[in-house]
């Protein structure tokens, strides 16, 4: 049987691509799209979310705005990473599909249960830990962290330096949890290749190719890439299939203090704090099988079959 989930997201160019996963893998059903505010503003990402969903024909999935800002702090975009709209490159018109009056938090619950996709920061899971519980959550599947450096900070990826007090709630909740952090996701690199595969799925493949284009530009000047991670879409491959990435066992702590690494995920691989493991956390991704997956999913939403 398929899995039911709700993506909590903020799009996001690697965001739009794993809404498209989501929804055209048949591993997944997914029952709810939500929004936080985290590589651009609230209004942003929402609006970012609509037009993903009408231009992949993905009308059947309700959507729902949730925390416009961090639970305690002020907020900061991506804007160097995503553009003035979070999801410049291509054009987009006026969206068709429409908006749920809920909060993102009660959409959550009256869909569960469900596993929770994460692929923003952590606020509105967090604040559905804070006045639900573990009710109905299955599973905890995050992008965000690194068992290594960051990418907003030399230590803090950009999820959980958004929120690191939401995050720090969410691993300390007791619900299993699965970290899929730069280390990983570095590997789902956005090769011409790649490129290539998704030119020949129609309208919807070209504009995920102008979309991965435009991510490629803004990789390159900031980080030096030659081709971009596709960071996001790794947490859903995840749940289609875990034998896509491969996880370990270990504590993670959240750094909220820190003078230079508010964020950082301390990820105690080795087991040297002697603490149990609260997390499974991704270390390898079978590149190959992710690809064909993406690929697949992006071709079963635009129907045009992918070889």
């Known amino acids: 049987m398929p899995t039911p989930v709700v993506l909590d ?6 965001d739009a691509i794993a809404i498209m996963l989501a929804a055209g893998d048949p591993a997944i059903d997914l029952r709810a799209i939500t929004t936080v505010a985290g ?3 609230l209004d942003k990402v929402t609006l970012n979310a609509r037009r993903v969903c009408t231009i992949a024909g993905i009308t059947d999935v309700p959507i729902a705005a949730g925390c416009a800002r961090p639970l305690v702090r002020p907020l900061r975009i991506a804007d160097d990473v995503h553009g003035s709209t979070g999801l410049d490159g291509p054009s987009f018109s006026d969206p068709t599909v429409g908006l749920s009056d809920l909060h993102a938090v009660e959409l959550m619950r009256s869909v569960m249960p469900a596993t929770i996709v994460a692929t923003g920061a952590l606020t509105n899971v967090a604040l ?8 109905g959550i299955g599973e905890i599947v995050l992008m965000g962290g690194s068992t290594e450096r960051g990418n907003i900070t030399p230590a803090a990826e950009a999820n959980i330096y958004v929120d690191p007090e939401a995050a720090e709630i969410v691993f300390s909740s007791g619900v299993p949890v699965t970290m899929c952090g730069l ?3 570095h590997q789902a690199l956005v090769t011409p290749d790649v490129l290539g595969r998704l030119e020949v799925l129609g309208e919807l493949g070209r504009t995920c190719a102008e979309l991965m284009t435009f991510f490629a530009k803004t990789y390159r000047e900031l980080f030096g890439f030659d081709a971009p991670p596709l960071h996001d879409p790794v947490a859903v491959a995840r749940v289609i299939d875990p034998s896509l990435v491969r996880c370990v066992d ?4 959240i750094e909220t203090a820190g003078t230079h690494t508010r964020g950082a995920t301390v990820v105690d691989l ?3 704090l002697g603490l149990e493991p609260n997390a499974q956390v991704a270390v390898e991704l079978d590149v190959p099988r992710f ?10 939403v635009s129907g045009i079959r992918a070889d």
């Open 9 to 14: 997201c903020d799009p996001g160019h690697d």
């Open 39 to 41: 590589n651009q503003t």
């Open 128 to 135: 559905f830990l804070s006045r639900y519980g573990a009710d």
């Open 183 to 185: 280390n990983v996701t």
């Open 250 to 253: 270990a504590h993670v702590a």
């Open 270 to 272: 080795d087991g040297y």
């Open 291 to 300: 690809w064909d997956r993406v690929i697949a999913a992006i071709g079963n």
